[in-house]
């Protein structure tokens, strides 16, 4: 499945008419970084005092699943 969604989002990325600066930017952030930002949303919703007013939710990071093997 990783490799098929790799594939499609490199070319989404080399067709989406962007300035090389930002598509090499954008490159790294998603094929070569070892962490992607996540959406936490069980923990804060664990670690809420009371009923909250609102679904809460937090920020994390997690592994790139683009650098299966290549860790």
Do not use: C
């Amino acid at each position: 499945m990783w490799t098929i969604t790799e594939q499609a989002w490199k070319e989404a990325l080399q067709g989406a008419g962007l300035p090389e600066s930002d598509r090499a930017e954008l490159y790294r952030a998603i094929f070569e970084s070892g962490e992607w930002p996540v959406k936490l949303v069980v923990r804060p919703l664990l670690e809420a005092d009371g009923v909250p007013g609102a679904m809460p939710s937090g920020k994390g990071t997690g592994h790139n699943p683009f650098l299966r093997g290549r860790l």
